[in-house]
T-cell receptor, first 112, second 113 residues
Framework: DADVTQTPRNRITKTGKRIMLECSQT?????MYWYRQDPGLGLRLIYY???????NKGEISDGYSVSRQAQAKFSLSLESAIPNQTALYFC???????????FGQGTRLTVV | AQSVAQPEDQVNVAEGNPLTVKCTYS??????LFWYVQYPNRGLQFLLK??????LVKGSYGFEAEFNKSQTSFHLKKPSALVSDSALYFC???????????FGAGTTVTVRA
Protein backbone atom coordinates (compact mmCIF):
# COMPACT_ATOMS: atom_id res chain seq x y z
CA ASP A 1 0.00 0.00 0.00
CA ALA A 2 1.10 3.54 -0.75
CA ASP A 3 2.32 5.74 2.10
CA VAL A 4 0.16 8.61 0.88
CA THR A 5 -3.14 7.97 -0.89
CA GLN A 6 -5.17 10.56 -2.73
CA THR A 7 -8.73 10.25 -3.92
CA PRO A 8 -10.01 10.73 -6.51
CA ARG A 9 -7.18 10.33 -9.02
CA ASN A 10 -9.04 12.19 -11.72
CA ARG A 11 -12.04 14.49 -11.56
CA ILE A 12 -13.89 16.69 -13.99
CA THR A 13 -16.24 19.20 -12.44
CA LYS A 14 -18.25 22.19 -13.54
CA THR A 15 -17.59 25.81 -12.69
CA GLY A 16 -19.25 26.78 -9.43
CA LYS A 17 -19.39 23.28 -7.99
CA ARG A 18 -17.92 22.37 -4.64
CA ILE A 19 -15.36 19.59 -4.69
CA MET A 20 -13.27 17.84 -2.07
CA LEU A 21 -9.97 16.09 -2.59
CA GLU A 22 -8.93 13.65 0.07
CA CYS A 23 -5.56 12.54 1.36
CA SER A 24 -4.67 9.85 3.85
CA GLN A 25 -1.30 8.55 5.06
CA THR A 26 0.00 5.48 6.79
CA UNK A 27 3.42 6.69 7.95
CA UNK A 28 2.21 8.43 11.10
CA UNK A 29 3.86 11.72 10.14
CA UNK A 30 2.61 14.88 11.79
CA UNK A 31 2.89 17.30 8.91
CA MET A 32 0.67 17.30 5.84
CA TYR A 33 0.65 19.61 2.83
CA TRP A 34 -1.40 20.36 -0.27
CA TYR A 35 0.38 21.52 -3.42
CA ARG A 36 -0.77 22.27 -6.92
CA GLN A 37 1.36 21.68 -9.98
CA ASP A 38 1.03 23.74 -13.13
CA PRO A 39 3.25 23.34 -16.19
CA GLY A 40 6.29 25.57 -15.99
CA LEU A 41 5.53 26.66 -12.43
CA GLY A 42 6.63 23.69 -10.41
CA LEU A 43 4.73 22.95 -7.22
CA ARG A 44 3.15 25.70 -5.16
CA LEU A 45 1.97 25.31 -1.59
CA ILE A 46 -1.75 25.79 -0.94
CA TYR A 47 -2.17 24.84 2.73
CA TYR A 48 -0.26 22.95 5.36
CA UNK A 49 -0.96 21.43 8.76
CA UNK A 50 1.53 20.50 11.46
CA UNK A 51 -1.01 18.64 13.58
CA UNK A 52 -4.75 18.15 13.89
CA UNK A 53 -5.34 21.57 15.49
CA UNK A 54 -2.94 23.47 13.27
CA UNK A 55 -3.92 24.79 9.82
CA ASN A 56 -1.90 27.34 7.88
CA LYS A 57 -2.20 29.09 4.55
CA GLY A 58 0.44 28.60 1.94
CA GLU A 59 1.36 30.87 -0.93
CA ILE A 60 -1.80 30.34 -3.00
CA SER A 61 -4.66 29.61 -0.58
CA ASP A 62 -7.33 31.86 -2.10
CA GLY A 63 -10.30 29.81 -3.31
CA TYR A 64 -9.33 26.78 -1.25
CA SER A 65 -10.01 25.47 2.24
CA VAL A 66 -8.76 22.45 4.16
CA SER A 67 -9.75 20.18 7.00
CA ARG A 68 -7.48 17.98 9.11
CA GLN A 69 -9.94 15.36 10.27
CA ALA A 70 -7.34 13.18 11.97
CA GLN A 71 -3.60 12.85 12.08
CA ALA A 72 -3.74 10.66 9.00
CA LYS A 73 -6.33 12.60 6.98
CA PHE A 74 -6.12 16.01 5.31
CA SER A 75 -8.70 17.12 2.77
CA LEU A 76 -8.70 20.04 0.35
CA SER A 77 -11.91 21.73 -0.76
CA LEU A 78 -12.70 24.04 -3.59
CA GLU A 79 -15.83 25.85 -2.43
CA SER A 80 -16.76 27.12 -5.87
CA ALA A 81 -14.51 25.71 -8.54
CA ILE A 82 -13.27 27.93 -11.37
CA PRO A 83 -11.44 26.95 -14.57
CA ASN A 84 -8.05 28.34 -13.48
CA GLN A 85 -8.08 25.80 -10.65
CA THR A 86 -7.58 23.15 -13.28
CA ALA A 87 -4.30 21.56 -12.21
CA LEU A 88 -2.59 18.52 -10.76
CA TYR A 89 -2.93 18.47 -6.98
CA PHE A 90 -0.55 16.70 -4.66
CA CYS A 91 -0.74 15.84 -1.01
CA UNK A 92 2.57 15.45 0.81
CA UNK A 93 3.76 14.52 4.27
CA UNK A 94 6.90 15.10 6.29
CA UNK A 95 8.03 14.16 9.75
CA UNK A 96 8.59 16.88 12.36
CA UNK A 97 12.22 17.21 11.29
CA UNK A 98 11.12 18.06 7.76
CA UNK A 99 13.61 15.92 5.97
CA UNK A 100 12.29 14.51 2.70
CA UNK A 101 8.64 14.77 1.74
CA UNK A 102 6.54 11.84 0.61
CA PHE A 103 3.96 12.55 -2.06
CA GLY A 104 0.71 11.01 -3.10
CA GLN A 105 0.13 10.08 -6.73
CA GLY A 106 -1.80 13.23 -7.42
CA THR A 107 -5.33 14.23 -8.36
CA ARG A 108 -5.85 15.61 -11.82
CA LEU A 109 -8.67 18.13 -11.55
CA THR A 110 -10.35 19.71 -14.55
CA VAL A 111 -12.87 22.51 -14.09
CA VAL A 112 -15.03 23.12 -17.15
CA ALA B 1 13.09 34.37 0.68
CA GLN B 2 14.23 31.07 -0.71
CA SER B 3 14.01 30.10 -4.35
CA VAL B 4 15.16 27.51 -6.83
CA ALA B 5 16.03 27.88 -10.49
CA GLN B 6 16.19 25.10 -13.02
CA PRO B 7 17.55 26.91 -16.06
CA GLU B 8 16.69 24.23 -18.60
CA ASP B 9 13.09 23.35 -19.43
CA GLN B 10 14.24 20.29 -21.35
CA VAL B 11 17.31 18.10 -21.52
CA ASN B 12 17.77 15.59 -24.31
CA VAL B 13 20.46 12.94 -24.23
CA ALA B 14 21.22 9.67 -25.94
CA GLU B 15 21.06 6.46 -23.96
CA GLY B 16 24.43 5.65 -22.46
CA ASN B 17 25.56 9.26 -22.37
CA PRO B 18 26.01 11.28 -19.18
CA LEU B 19 22.98 13.15 -17.92
CA THR B 20 23.12 16.44 -16.03
CA VAL B 21 20.14 18.42 -14.77
CA LYS B 22 21.04 21.83 -13.41
CA CYS B 23 19.75 23.51 -10.27
CA THR B 24 20.73 26.69 -8.49
CA TYR B 25 19.23 27.97 -5.29
CA SER B 26 18.93 30.98 -3.05
CA UNK B 27 18.43 30.65 0.69
CA UNK B 28 19.48 32.70 3.68
CA UNK B 29 21.02 29.91 5.71
CA UNK B 30 22.64 26.60 4.98
CA UNK B 31 20.28 24.82 2.62
CA UNK B 32 18.59 21.49 2.68
CA LEU B 33 18.45 20.39 -0.96
CA PHE B 34 16.40 17.70 -2.65
CA TRP B 35 15.77 16.12 -6.02
CA TYR B 36 12.49 14.51 -6.95
CA VAL B 37 11.42 12.71 -10.12
CA GLN B 38 7.95 12.49 -11.60
CA TYR B 39 7.12 9.79 -14.10
CA PRO B 40 4.01 10.20 -16.29
CA ASN B 41 0.79 9.86 -14.32
CA ARG B 42 2.70 9.32 -11.10
CA GLY B 43 3.45 11.28 -7.99
CA LEU B 44 6.82 12.72 -7.09
CA GLN B 45 9.42 10.25 -5.97
CA PHE B 46 12.33 11.20 -3.76
CA LEU B 47 15.75 10.71 -5.39
CA LEU B 48 18.27 12.18 -2.99
CA LYS B 49 18.98 14.92 -0.50
CA UNK B 50 21.79 17.03 0.86
CA UNK B 51 21.54 18.01 4.50
CA UNK B 52 25.14 18.17 5.63
CA UNK B 53 28.42 16.34 5.17
CA UNK B 54 29.94 15.11 1.92
CA UNK B 55 29.20 17.41 -0.99
CA LEU B 56 28.63 14.46 -3.32
CA VAL B 57 25.36 12.76 -2.53
CA LYS B 58 24.33 9.42 -4.00
CA GLY B 59 20.70 8.53 -4.44
CA SER B 60 18.27 6.15 -6.07
CA TYR B 61 18.52 4.65 -9.58
CA GLY B 62 22.21 5.55 -9.97
CA PHE B 63 21.72 9.29 -9.61
CA GLU B 64 24.04 11.57 -7.69
CA ALA B 65 24.23 15.29 -7.03
CA GLU B 66 26.99 17.64 -6.01
CA PHE B 67 26.44 20.46 -3.57
CA ASN B 68 28.54 23.50 -4.47
CA LYS B 69 28.17 26.21 -1.88
CA SER B 70 30.23 28.84 -3.70
CA GLN B 71 28.16 28.46 -6.86
CA THR B 72 24.91 27.82 -4.93
CA SER B 73 24.26 24.84 -7.14
CA PHE B 74 23.04 21.30 -6.70
CA HIS B 75 23.22 19.65 -10.13
CA LEU B 76 21.82 16.17 -10.62
CA LYS B 77 23.96 13.71 -12.56
CA LYS B 78 23.92 10.20 -13.89
CA PRO B 79 26.98 8.77 -15.64
CA SER B 80 25.04 6.67 -18.15
CA ALA B 81 21.43 7.56 -18.89
CA LEU B 82 18.70 5.01 -19.60
CA VAL B 83 15.56 5.45 -21.67
CA SER B 84 13.64 4.74 -18.47
CA ASP B 85 15.14 7.89 -16.92
CA SER B 86 12.88 9.97 -19.15
CA ALA B 87 10.76 11.96 -16.72
CA LEU B 88 10.19 15.36 -15.12
CA TYR B 89 12.78 16.29 -12.50
CA PHE B 90 12.31 18.80 -9.71
CA CYS B 91 14.91 20.42 -7.51
CA UNK B 92 13.75 21.73 -4.12
CA UNK B 93 15.30 23.73 -1.30
CA UNK B 94 14.44 24.37 2.31
CA UNK B 95 15.93 26.69 4.86
CA UNK B 96 16.52 24.52 7.97
CA UNK B 97 14.79 27.13 10.12
CA UNK B 98 11.62 26.98 8.04
CA UNK B 99 9.00 24.39 7.09
CA UNK B 100 8.57 25.60 3.53
CA UNK B 101 9.90 23.51 0.67
CA UNK B 102 10.37 25.56 -2.50
CA PHE B 103 10.42 23.81 -5.87
CA GLY B 104 11.95 24.70 -9.17
CA ALA B 105 9.81 24.73 -12.30
CA GLY B 106 11.02 21.32 -13.35
CA THR B 107 13.18 19.94 -16.16
CA THR B 108 11.85 17.40 -18.62
CA VAL B 109 14.47 14.80 -19.43
CA THR B 110 14.18 12.77 -22.60
CA VAL B 111 16.60 9.92 -23.17
CA ARG B 112 16.53 8.58 -26.73
CA ALA B 113 17.45 5.04 -27.58
Amino acid sequence: DADVTQTPRNRITKTGKRIMLECSQTKGHDRMYWYRQDPGLGLRLIYYSFDVKDINKGEISDGYSVSRQAQAKFSLSLESAIPNQTALYFCAITDRWNTEAFFGQGTRLTVV
Amino acid sequence: AQSVAQPEDQVNVAEGNPLTVKCTYSVSGNPYLFWYVQYPNRGLQFLLKYITGDNLVKGSYGFEAEFNKSQTSFHLKKPSALVSDSALYFCAVRDPSDYKLSFGAGTTVTVRA
